[in-house]
């Protein structure tokens, strides 16, 4: 089964769509594919993302959502087909199933680690700024082992913006949190319009109006 | 595949060998196939490097083949090498053949190599940990090398250099060029057929994965 | 480069404070490193020659350091928190060199307890023997740690990585136990710092081809 790819507002053909096209080019995939083994995963996929565009991947559990970010953050390479991403990793935030972070480290040492790794300058203002609108400013300095989904899913968002990325691939990033954390989610999202995102979630609804493009996955 | 014909004639017509009697006949076999071991790692290694350098994604297959074929001679290497010293010394295994000991070594480095391939996903990765691992066995072969010298020297001191360069004449030394000869072209052969098979495997579970 | 050196120091600090906070490796070596000591004693004869105790020393030291190199991984392992450090953008070797310096570290803490106790169960510590412990460290951390990123990358894991390491140790010994025998240790230690140089180039080199698809 081919996934569907449609544009918000291309049967309008109105204005839209115009802009889109005037917008420089982030993602650029044609017949993209990956199998691990013998094991399809995703098959002939292609998309084009914008600039500023904010790309909703939906489709089922196993259809290839998270191996498509994972493709387009740069973990694994393709098997078929072409990618191109405008920018490279250094510019690109990522939040996966996994939060990436050290359980023995508490959230300030883990977003210093990774501040260092990606010389932000100002570090600390910074760190503490994304722990104080994530509300893990009270839990900075214990130990992330004993955090909950919730907690470490917000803790895992700040460092995904840690560097305020011109990309983020964000997967299934409503997973584990509460009102108040999908709130203070879409609210980021909706917050800088120069930034691309690409979201992958099996809860589309939750989006609401905020997506530019919708990518529809199939079983493979 | 002709040139194995003419490594028996070979034995035959060398069999003027000076003091050490017929037993010297299994150097002729020895020597050349743990020639041809290295050999093989060496060319497994200048594969492997070709992938990690240039991304020459075929030289995975080449250099496993090659891998393979060089671990079939290093373990013949072996049994030759403990028959050679059965006959001489009357034991199975001398700790003091240096090459029979830098093959063990090897051979244990290499079927590790096995194990990393087999217990790794196939892909892109896979391909290039198993050309690290190649290529770190073509330094690993010098060092031990250098590393049984210095062990040797250690546990019972003997001058370091106590063979001394060609002393055949030259009838045994045609022959042992043919038997060398000889080996590396059935091991070329082996490691082209292996090659062979190897690639039609591949592709063959290519085109099931296309019907599926 | 500064910026290249401020990766690997703070790679290498979080190392030691995840160890630090969750003392895994270091106490369960020093454990195993003395009960081997210990355990030597009753599998050789009382007249073992010095020969005898000198290698069961690096067999020790050898074992121990492969609990260092086994567990190296595992926190960038679960929870594949080494995504996270691949994703950033330094260079990858910096993520080598970083492990590479705390699982030394991790073995010279071993050895701390090892040496003293060999001490003082069989034979006198001498400074060729420091020496040599110090340069074959390098060496263990060196090629190990890239040799724990690709065991961790496969199904075996744990199993995988005495097998891979094994092999490429025994000049270590070699360098080892003739620093700690010969009568002229320079040679042998020589020989140790050579083996270092070659293969921490190579591993340096070659650690982004194996962590990264």
Not at chain 2, 114 to 140: D, H, I, K, N, W
């Amino acid at each position: 089964m081919v996934p569907g790819y449609d544009r918000i507002g291309e049967e309008a053909g109105g204005a839209e769509l115009q802009i889109h096209r005037r917008l420089a080019q982030m993602i650029h995939a044609r017949g993209l594919g990956r199998r691990y083994g013998d094991k399809r995963v995703l098959t002939d996929v292609d998309v084009d993302v914008g600039a500023g565009e904010l790309l909703l991947v939906t489709g089922p559990n196993g259809s290839g959502k998270t191996t498509l970010l994972r493709l387009l953050a740069g973990l694994i390479v393709p098997t078929a087909g072409e990618l191109e991403v405008a920018v490279d990793r250094a510019r690109i935030g990522f939040l996966g199933h996994e939060p990436l972070l050290y359980r023995e480290l508490t959230p300030l040492e883990n977003l210093d680690l990774y501040g260092r790794l990606y010389r932000i300058p100002e570090r600390r203002e910074r760190i503490g700024m994304l722990l104080e609108r994530f509300g893990l400013w009270e839990a900075r300095r214990e130990q992330t082992g004993a955090f909950s989904r919730g907690m470490l899913q917000r803790l895992a968002l700040c460092r995904a913006l840690l560097h305020e990325p011109d990309l983020l691939l964000l997967d299934e990033p409503f997973s584990a949190l509460d009102a108040g954390g999908t709130e203070l989610l879409l609210d980021e999202l909706g917050r800088a319009s120069s930034r691309t995102v690409v979201v992958a979630s099996h809860l589309p609804e939750r989006l609401g109006p905020i997506p530019s493009a919708r990518l529809a996955l199939g079983p493979t | 595949m002709l040139l194995v014909t003419g490594l028996g004639l070979a034995l035959l017509w060398a069999p003027e060998d000076a003091d050490q009697g017929p037993s010297q006949r299994i150097f002729y076999i020895h020597v050349p196939v743990a020639l041809t071991a290295y050999a093989c790692f060496g060319w497994a290694a200048w594969k492997a490097f070709r992938l990690l350098w240039k991304g020459d994604e075929r030289a995975d297959l080449e250099s496993y083949t090659a891998v393979h074929i060089g671990v079939i001679f290093g373990l013949l290497t072996l049994v030759t090498g403990s028959i050679w010293a059965k006959v001489s010394w009357g034991v199975w295994w001398t700790w003091s053949e240096r090459q029979l000991v830098l093959f063990l070594i090897l051979f244990l480095f290499y079927s590790a190599y096995f194990m990393l391939r087999y217990s790794t996903e196939p892909g892109p990765r896979r391909a290039r940990t198993s050309a690290v691992y190649a290529l770190f066995g073509a330094v690993l072969l010098p060092v031990s090398f250098l590393a049984i010298r210095l062990a040797d020297q250690l546990l019972h001191p003997a001058p370091l250099f106590n063979r001394d360069g060609p002393q055949m004449s030259a009838s045994m030394f045609i022959s042992f060029c043919v038997c060398l000869a000889a080996m590396l072209t059935l091991a070329g052969a082996l490691y082209l057929i292996e090659l062979t098979g190897k690639r039609v495997d591949a592709r063959l579970r290519e085109l099931r994965e296309l019907l599926a | 480069m500064t910026g290249y050196l401020s990766d690997v120091t703070a790679l290498a600090r979080k190392d030691l404070v995840v160890e630090l906070r969750s003392r895994d490796t270091v106490p369960a070596m020093l454990l195993f490193v003395v009960a081997t000591l210990v355990i030597f004693h009753f599998a050789l004869p009382d007249d073992s020659s010095r020969l005898a105790a000198a290698g069961m020393l690096w067999i020790a030291l050898l074992f121990t350091a492969l609990l260092a190199l086994v567990r190296s991984f595992v926190a960038e392992r679960d929870e594949a928190v080494i995504d996270g450090l691949l994703l950033a953008p330094c260079d990858r070797s910096a993520i080598w060199l970083g492990k590479t310096i705390s699982v030394f570290a991790f073995l010279a803490l071993a050895e701390a307890v090892a040496l003293p106790a060999f001490a003082l169960f069989y034979e006198p510590v001498t400074w060729e023997l420091i020496a040599g412990v110090a340069l074959a460290n390098v060496g263990i951390a060196a090629v190990g740690t890239l040799l724990g990123a690709m065991a961790a990358a496969s199904r075996a894991r744990e199993l995988l990585l005495p097998l891979l390491f094994l092999p490429l140790a025994i000049p270590i010994v070699v360098g080892g136990v003739g620093a700690t025998l010969a009568e002229d240790p320079g040679r042998y230690l020589g020989f140790l710092g050579l083996y270092d140089l070659i293969f921490a180039i190579l591993s340096w080199a070659s650690f982004e081809y194996v962590v990264t698809e």
